[in-house]
């Protein structure tokens, strides 16, 4: 209940509607039919405008007096009732720009910088009520796997990050000159840490797989992309 003040709806899904009111902000996934309040932090407060950035599926919040907030809602946009009737559903991921840091110091005269969205590649996947007692991703670079790791495997719509890294293996010498290290100290060193590094995955193309209860369900392509512009902002 209360005053509306700014209604948007998505450019390519007419059925994800949101409103500002009074009140926060709401979300209709069905062309207004239900509607669920958006909270993740967000105060109650006056909401005066709205904006859903055509490109990077990001809505844009202008609150009365307590700032502006930023989500990413390109999950919600891809929701349909065909996702929600499915056991396990993968959302298309947006590719990720590896952006490059010239300057790591801080000033007394720097200006302040709210909290920057996460280094990583955000993957969003439904899950029903009949899904398996697990969830695992699997990050592909050709054939070849470079990252798992697992998710939430409750009912529901959740997130996962993969943090744009990759899991290689050692070449021998690069082995011998990790258990060296270990002996200099008179200690073991633990297998996994001899045989495999974690890097940066560099850019490129990547595929990702979706399993439940140990089978794959669904896979995704997503790339890395090279920061092109960092020279420009030294």
Do not use: C
């Not at 309040?37 to 006056?46: F, L, Q, R, V």
């Not at 633990?190 to 495999?196: G, H, K, S």
């Amino acid at each position: 209940d209360g005053p509306i003040n700014v209604v948007r709806e998505h450019d390519e899904n007419p059925n994800f509607l949101v409103v500002g009111s009074e009140f926060g902000v709401f979300v209709s996934l069905n062309g207004g039919g239900a509607w669920t309040a958006m909270k993740n932090e967000m105060p109650t407060n006056p909401v005066h405008d709205l904006h859903i950035h055509p490109r990077e599926d990001d809505l844009i919040v202008a609150t009365h007096g307590r700032g502006a907030y930023i989500a990413d809602v390109s999950a919600l946009a891809q929701v349909t009732e065909d996702v929600l009737a499915s056991d396990a559903w993968f959302f298309e991921p947006e590719d990720r720009v590896r952006w490059q840091h010239a300057d790591f110091t801080n000033y007394g005269s720097s200006n302040f910088n709210g909290e920057s969205e996460p280094e990583a590649v955000n993957l969003y996947y439904w899950v029903g009520d009949g899904a398996g007692d697990d969830v695992t991703f699997t990050v592909y670079q050709g054939n070849l796997a470079i990252a798992e790791f697992e998710g939430v495997a409750r009912s529901g719509l959740h997130e996962v990050e993969w943090r744009m890294d990759r899991r290689r293996e050692r070449s021998a010498a690069e082995q011998a000159e990790m258990r060296e290290r270990f002996e200099r100290f008179g200690r073991t060193a633990p297998e996994d840490q001899v045989r495999y590094v974690s890097e940066p995955a560099p850019a490129g193309d990547y595929r990702v797989v979706m399993s439940v209860g140990g089978q794959p369900v669904m896979e995704r392509e997503v790339s890395i992309l090279r920061d092109e512009w960092w020279r420009d902002r030294r």
